[in-house]
């Protein structure tokens, strides 16, 4: 009875390693969102994952694309699970926003994203662009995160939203505005990787 009950024990608690993905030793970040990724208005190619990978010293793969909505992000997801190892930060919602797409359809590919991500074994981090003119994307966001148990970072574009220096244009940053995004992240990934 004993062996039974230690045998349940160990099986429970690797279920629970497993599950919160804090086993893994992280080879690479992955941030894959659209062009706040993918860094448009930067210049010399420095987008927030490049400067990331400046702070951590680790392999960061940009899979930004201009334009995308959350939808597209669920179609393109099979390309990130064919990594492996990875801390993957997730940032999508802006142009789903911009293009009056319901919430509850970006609610439904945001979960499908994260389930898929989760369960290829990587680590996911999910970030909000900002919290004040998206505020229900926001609370929506953050939302899923609690529900699924994952790392949370709260508005990368709060602390320059309101410095037009930092900004190419009226919603992307230039490069020492993706230079305080990376700084942002990585303070608050630090200590997963």
Request: one cysteine or more.
């Amino acid at each position: 009875m004993l062996k039974n009950f230690c045998v349940y024990l160990c099986f429970l608690f690797m279920m629970i390693s497993c599950s919160n993905n804090n086993n893994i030793k992280i080879s690479s970040i992955v941030c894959f969102g659209d062009s706040l990724t993918r860094g448009y208005g930067a210049t010399e190619n420095k987008t927030y994952p490049y400067f990331l990978q400046q702070l951590t010293n680790i392999d960061v793969i940009n899979k930004g694309v201009n334009g995308n909505t959350s939808k597209d992000g669920l179609d393109r997801v099979d390309d990130i699970l064919k990594i492996q190892n990875a801390l993957i930060i997730v940032e999508f919602g802006a142009n789903d926003f911009f293009q009056q797409i319901p919430i509850s359809e970006t609610k439904e590919n945001m979960e499908q994203i994260v389930d898929k991500l989760q369960k290829s074994g990587n680590m996911v981090v999910l970030v909000s662009t900002e919290d004040k003119q998206l505020n229900s994307y926001y609370n929506m966001l953050k939302n899923i995160a609690k529900k699924k148990k994952i790392l949370f970072i709260d508005g990368i574009l709060n602390e320059i939203w309101n410095d037009r220096n930092l900004f190419s244009d009226d919603i992307h940053p230039n490069s020492s505005g993706y230079k305080l995004v990376a700084e942002k992240i990585y303070k608050n990934i630090k200590n997963l990787i």
